[in-house]
């Protein structure tokens, strides 16, 4: 064997061995059980369950790909922080097991200043599902920031691959008021980032979950490094929030993401508020909103109830530094503040929404902050007999508005029965242009005067008789054999009307149906 045949084959038994060795394996994930119904404290494991909240936030960093499970039927006293964090193929989920149909309660009591019930800081890669989640103490009236479900992004950079979803999260006291902090980041669900530029959630999903009776905020998603860093790509969708003491679902900071599918019930709910500092009393709330963020869209949603409580109080807001909104093939009713708000916004676009019986106004707009480039087009706006100081737009705080730019009127449908007989068209009328949208009842003063404003019947089944649910809105349906009249062309990639019947975009329908 020459020595060059002697290298290769030492080289060739040295690779085969190499590969013939074994490595150590990375450890198989583990699943932890949670019986807080037990009478011994265990291991974890699901013969010999932990029995106590304290064992799981003792056991250290659990490993990608671990579960932690309590059981169905049971309630867990206390806060519940789990460490480690999970992987892109690996996250660690924490959710529930057992036979029983009802999910298991942790039950915060009260946990303290900034605080949730349950509570990550700086963990990707984590699942939160299949839980009740409470957290209360003496009553709805506090001045402890406390949250059901608290998550956390401070100096961690790109917190990536968390999903909170199916839970049941009710009766979570927090301070009603900006008195020490900023309360809307406190509530039921609230995912929070801000300490350095980076800071950020990309990918959160927050679905399929129930919010009952909380304070402040119901659903709130916060990133502070605004304008440096945003949240990108949330998707906050499925969701029920219902007796919010403030905001219903509020979303700051956050860009390329989607607000969809959810419903608001009765938001702004704190009222009277014995705790609020009356120089920043509990007045601004709306139930749905984008604060400081761009390219949103906002649809299929379902908001009622709100109230006023001295300020805003709709169904819709657009709120400061936001641009490239789209409101679309949402319900509104029965909001007292009135259907939409833009305050500070620009590039917003809101069609084929149907709104009805909101008060003091269906499009509010704060004249003071201006609101750029609003084009509101295919909407069916309904307002009934006893409703009082109802107007289509509506621009407050100054005498001329909206200020700050143009604002685009056409294609709706407004039916106005409302005992309010003043200017229904308050605005800057060199700002404002209109084109063909068709006015049933009182006109008012103000009434666009083109060419092709129309008060011909609709010819809608039974406008007005919505109720709770979209699935209540048949009446705005077309009467069979009717046809809508035509509007004027809206952009071409636009094709569906509200419920989903498809239109042509160069003679769309007047109305949010086709």
């Not at 909380?214 to 490094?225: F, L, T």
């Not at 014995?274 to 749905?288: F, R, V, Y």
């Not at 062309?489 to 949010?512: E, L, N, S, Y």
Request: proline residues 5%; charged residues 20%; contains cysteine.
């Amino acid at each position: 064997m020459t020595l060059r045949h002697a290298l290769i084959a030492a080289t060739s038994v040295a690779l085969i061995g190499a590969v013939l060795i074994p490595t150590a394996a990375e450890a198989a994930p583990t699943k932890y059980y949670v019986d807080c119904s037990a009478k011994t404290a265990g291991t974890g494991s699901v013969a010999h369950p932990w029995n106590r909240l304290a064992q799981v936030n003792d056991h250290g960093d659990f490993s990608p790909g671990d579960t932690i499970s309590l059981r169905r039927g049971t309630t867990c006293h206390g806060r519940l922080h789990p460490a480690g964090s999970g992987t892109a193929g690996a996250p660690i989920t924490l959710g529930a097991y057992g036979p029983k149909k009802a999910k298991p309660t942790v039950a915060g009591g009260g946990t303290p200043n900034y605080t949730g019930a349950v509570q990550l800081r700086n963990q990707p890669y984590w699942t939160i599902q299949d839980l009740r989640i409470t957290n209360t103490r003496g009553g709805r009236s506090t001045q402890v920031y406390r949250s059901g479900v608290s998550v956390w992004n401070q100096d961690g950079g790109e917190i990536r691959g968390v999903v909170i979803q199916r839970l049941d999260v009710q009766d979570v006291a927090s301070a009603p008021n900006e008195k020490a902090g900023s309360s809307r980041e406190w509530g039921g669900i609230t995912v929070s980032s801000g300490g350095v530029i980076g800071d950020s959630f990309p990918g959160l999903v927050i679905r399929d979950n129930r919010v009952d009776r909380v304070g402040r905020s119901g659903i709130a998603v916060m990133n502070w490094e605004f304008p440096t860093t945003f949240n990108q790509g949330v998707r906050v969708t499925g969701n029920r929030v219902s007796w919010a003491r403030g905001d219903g679902i509020v979303v700051f900071g956050a860009q390329h993401s989607r607000i969809d599918h959810n419903v608001v019930a009765h938001a702004a709910d704190e009222w009277p508020c014995p705790l609020c500092d009356p120089i920043n009393p509990l007045t601004a709330n709306a139930g749905i909103w984008p604060a400081r963020s761009s390219h949103i869209r906002i649809d299929h949603n379902e908001v009622y109830g709100t109230h006023w409580l001295g300020g805003d109080g709709e169904a819709f807001d657009s709120d400061q530094d936001t641009h490239d909104i789209v409101f679309e093939y949402n319900y509104a009713h029965d909001n007292t503040g009135g259907g939409i708000l833009f305050c500070g916004s620009r590039s917003v676009t809101v069609r084929f929404n149907i709104f009805e019986n909101n008060d003091k106004g269906a499009f509010n707009f704060i004249g003071n902050v201006p609101a750029d480039v609003t084009s509101i087009y295919n909407n069916t706006i309904y307002a009934k007999k006893n409703l009082k100081q109802t107007k289509v737009i509506r621009a407050f705080n100054v005498d001329k508005g909206p200020e700050g730019g143009t604002v685009s009127f056409k294609n709706n449908v407004y039916y106005n029965y409302s005992t309010y007989h003043g200017g229904w068209w308050q605005w800057n009328t060199s700002k404002v242009t209109t084109a063909a949208n068709t006015i049933i009842g009182v006109h008012g003063q103000g009434r666009p005067h083109d060419k092709r404003t129309s008060r011909k019947d609709p010819h809608l089944r039974k406008p007005g008789s919505g109720g709770i649910g979209v699935g209540t809105l048949d009446g705005y349906r077309l009467k069979k054999g009717k046809k809508a009249q035509h509007g004027v062309a809206i952009p071409a990639g636009v094709t569906r009307d509200f419920f989903g019947k498809r239109i042509d975009p160069k003679h769309p329908p007047r109305g949010a149906v086709g």
